[in-house]
């Protein structure tokens, strides 16, 4: 019998100039070419990263982000843990607005509340009605997808993304992940707090977000590996995830 060919799907935010950016004090990420290195024989071509920051791109975030050293960072996570982890996507439909020509929120020097507050949200009604919510076990990658991940570039990225209401996120919680994820950006509402992450970091769970082509996943269980950037003594790192469909074993 011919097995399934497998497939993967890049769930990893391109790092680009242009792309989205929270406000300050977080810096914008900008690559520039490397000047000239007189003393190697050969021009040779390299870059600059200047704004690289624990928040650049997809990354992967611990408990001591709330919890300092209280907490764990992300070099105490054992590789293994990090390598196909068996993984359910939830697909969820909020009423998301199309992209606008507005400003990039990054030209802002704090979130504008009143664009906050009309961001559209994800419930637990919403989850819970997802076909394959049955196949959640504890311990999996649970990742939500709100098909926001290709508004990467969009100049309403984070001010129009949708945010999970507090009994998404108790729901979510509820069902002992061990690594969170989304295509969403900004999981609470900056005007209407929500009030969860301290609930949320308490329960030892990972966050992997902000995620992309989450859209594109299927609804049966498959294997996420998300590794991080070897950075010492950091709760948080940019890392590059994907997910294994085909022949997963249960």
């Known amino acids: 019998m011919e097995l399934p060919k497998e497939q993967v799907i890049d769930i990893s935010g391109i790092i680009a100039n242009g792309m989205w950016q929270c406000e300050p004090p977080f810096p914008r990420f900008n690559k520039r070419p490397f000047p000239t290195v007189d003393w190697v024989e050969h021009k040779v071509y390299l870059d600059y990263f200047e704004g ?14 709330i919890f300092g050293d209280e907490s764990y960072n992300i070099d105490a996570i054992p590789l293994t843990a990090l390598i196909d982890r068996r993984c359910v996507v939830l697909q969820v ?5 199309p992209a606008t020509a507005a400003e ?4 802002a020097a704090t979130p504008d ?13 919403m ?3 997802a076909p394959n919510v049955h196949l959640i076990r504890p311990g999996d990658a ?25 009994d998404a996120m108790y729901w979510l919680i509820s069902r002992r992940p061990f690594i969170l994820g989304s295509d969403v950006p900004r999981w609470d509402n900056l005007a209407k707090p ?3 992450f301290h609930d949320f970091y308490a329960a030892d769970i990972l966050m992997l977000a902000p995620c992309v082509n989450l859209e594109h996943a299927p609804a049966e269980p498959m294997r996420l590996t998300a590794l991080p950037l070897p950075v010492a ?18």
């Open 127 to 129: 989850l819970a009605a």
């Open 104 to 107: 990039p929120t990054s030209a």
């Open 194 to 196: 929500q009030g969860f």
């Open 142 to 166: 649970l990742l939500v997808s709100a098909a926001w991940g290709s508004r990467w570039f969009d100049p309403d990225y984070l001010s129009a993304a949708p945010y999970f209401t507090r």
């Open 113 to 125: 509340l009143a664009v906050e507050a009309a961001r559209p949200p994800i419930t637990a009604a």
């Open 233 to 250: 003594d950091t709760c948080c790192v940019p890392c590059r995830a994907i997910l294994r469909i085909g022949k997963t074993d249960e």
């Open 52 to 65: 690289m920051s624990s928040q650049t791109g997809t990354y992967l975030e611990t408990p001591a982000h």
């Open 93 to 97: 439909h909020p009423e998301t607005a």
